[in-house]
Structure formats: C-alpha cells, structure tokens
C-alpha cells in the first residue's frame, strides 16, 4: 500500500490545540470530549469528569449510582448505615463538585445598596466547607456529624482520588 493511503488508515492523536470550534474560537464539549476519548478513563472517571467540569448532571447522576453500587458490593458499611451512606455521598459530591460561593455567585463581595462587603462564606469566591456547613447539607445537628465525620472524610478522600486519577490521565497535573 502507499504511505498516504495507511496513514488515513491509522488513528492520530488531534492535540487539543490543534483542534478548536469554529465558533468564536473557543473550545466546545465536543472538543473536550474528544480530548477525553483519548485518555482512556474509566466510566466512572468519565462520568465524575463529565458532571464536575461540564455540568453534566446525567453523568453526575450515574456516578453516583456507580460509586454506591460499589461501595454496597465492597461491604465497605454496614446494611442500616446504607440511608446514612447516601446521604453521605450526596454531600460529598455537592462539595467536590459546587465550588464557587452559593451566597456571593463566586465574586467575593456582596454588592449592597450603598457599600461593597466581603462575603464571610468564601475566599475570593471559592465557597469554605466547614463541619457546620457539611452537618447543614446533611440536615443534622453538629453533634451527630462528628459522630459520622470519619465516614464523610473516607467517602469525600475515595471521590477526590477518582478524580486524580482522571485528571493525571488526561495531562492535568496543576
């Protein structure tokens, strides 16, 4: 065969800068999807990646239901704790994955009538998950979040892992 007929045969690897939408130039979901096709993540790395930095909440949706799944079949908690567990994970993913300020829409300061005021609730707009704001999304008191804070920290450190791992994957090493 002639060289320019096996090199249309033969898969390239596009560079992500070499690849950009026609629109505005700016890059699309379908660039960085395709992107991602390349890195060969896992499902639940795809998905996890998918709903955090796309806001995609299917994706976001199935991760949940396949890192539950999993931690049912690891027998990692025991059956009455499995309720308590959701919830868990739940709070773990609106941490992972809410990241700017809900009060101040991530820009720092409230703007009142007659002043600026830097919002209490953030630093420079990334939103401070504290135990009483962790025990608030659980709808508990602080007392009974200390008793299951282990379990939220081991829930919270297996979800961000996944999320290294897909992240050195795909080349994001910041």
């Known amino acids: 065969m002639k060289l320019e007929v096996i090199k249309k045969l033969t898969p390239s690897s596009p560079e992500i800068s070499e690849k950009k939408s026609k629109i505005h130039n700016a890059l699309s979901t379908e660039d960085v999807l395709l992107k991602l096709a390349y890195c060969k993540l896992t499902n639940k790395e795809m998905d996890f990646i998918l709903g955090k930095y796309l806001d995609d909440d299917e994706s976001l949706s199935h991760f949940y239901k396949v890192f539950l799944y999993e931690l ?25 994955t809410v990241i700017k300020c809900p009060f101040c829409l991530g820009r720092g300061f409230y703007k009142l009538k007659n002043n600026i005021q830097k919002c209490d609730h953030c630093v420079d707009g990334d939103f401070i998950y504290t135990d009483n704001i962790r025990a608030n999304i659980l709808k508990m008191n602080k007392k009974e979040y200390k008793k299951i804070a282990p379990i939220h920290k ?15 994957k795909i080349g994001d090493t910041s």
Do not use: H, M, R
């Open 154 to 168: 081991n829930i919270l450190k297996e979800i961000e892992s996944i999320e290294i791992d897909a992240l050195e």
């Open 72 to 96: 049912n079949n690891n027998n990692t908690y025991k059956s009455e704790e499995k309720d308590l567990v959701c919830s868990v994970v739940k709070a773990s993913l609106i941490e992972l």
